[in-house]
């Protein structure tokens, strides 16, 4: 969107103008080296410190507070993705010995106690940290979680899981840019997405647009048989953010890839874009 709050179409050679806000979509590495790229060029940038919100000596350390069933697969994505932090996991002293040897087998730390005391946290190694992730199933206990990791350590970047709407608003302004996340917020995408189209997948909305995704896979002579990638975003509004080939998965396939069949792909797109895939599929 420009300055103006007007969405614009991005081509292959549009120029991104100052004071335009980008919606980008990419691997976890690729998105922390283009924010940080664009650190130098904010004219406000120099009026706060950067966050050590990178893996990097001395922090290299993600704290995740409860393993209850959201808290064990965010590590088991950490541990996929994040190979080089160390995961530390801060659990109640109540919670059961087959949760905590699970991950620990996994060369996951597990300290027991309570995350809101500052001691928890010194054992958790907050001082080597760079993310707390307080994913209680109580606002009141993960707003306390993030209260008391920032009193030790100011710039400290947080992930708190919240169920209402309006705390999750309000805890961002307080703690900073998505560091709040609401449950209801989060999932309210794909249920609705899920209501206009049975078959998409993970959804988000933004301003008035609802996106979501959609597996496909690519049969000979179908419609996008001989396309590239970027021939597919600019005709069909449709952004391919996985390819598969012979079992070999590609995230963000370049745009001059050309789609062959047997590739399934994972596309992204509002849900305009993707009825008309929809039907496309069913031969409509």
Request: charged share 25%.
């Amino acid at each position: 969107r420009d300055q103006a709050g007007r969405e614009q179409r991005l081509g292959f050679i549009q120029k991104i103008e100052a004071g335009d806000v980008v919606l980008l979509i990419g691997r976890l590495e690729d998105l922390e080296r283009a924010r940080l790229d664009n650190l130098p060029h904010s004219k406000t940038g120099f009026l706060q410190s950067l966050p050590p919100q990178r893996v990097d000596d001395p922090f290299n350390t993600v704290i995740v507070c409860g393993i209850g069933q959201v808290g064990i697969q965010v590590i088991r994505l950490l541990l996929a993705h994040a190979p080089r932090s160390e995961i530390v996991a801060i659990c109640l002293p109540d919670t059961p010995t087959r949760i905590v040897a699970e991950i620990e087998r996994r060369g996951v730390r597990v300290v027991r106690g309570d995350a809101r005391h500052k001691r928890v946290l010194r054992e958790a190694g907050l001082e080597r940290a760079y993310t707390v992730a307080s994913l209680y199933s109580s606002d009141l206990l993960n707003v306390q979680v993030g209260l008391a990791a920032r009193s030790l350590r100011p710039d400290i970047h947080l992930v708190l899981r919240v169920f209402s709407d309006v705390l999750a608003e309000r805890l961002s302004a307080l703690f900073g840019i998505n560091t709040a996340y609401s449950t209801s917020a989060l999932s309210a995408p794909a249920l609705a997405a899920a209501a206009v189209l049975y078959d998409v997948g993970y959804a988000f909305d933004v301003a008035d647009r609802l996106f979501a995704t959609r597996a496909v896979i690519v049969g000979a002579g179908d419609a996008f048989d001989g396309l590239t990638i970027g021939a597919l975003r600019e005709r069909n509004g449709l952004l391919a953010i996985t390819l598969r080939r012979d079992g070999t998965p590609q995230a963000i396939p370049p745009l001059d890839m050309p789609i062959r069949p047997g590739d399934e792909l994972v596309l992204l797109g509002d849900l305009r874009a993707l009825a008309v895939l929809h039907a496309q599929c069913r031969g409509e």
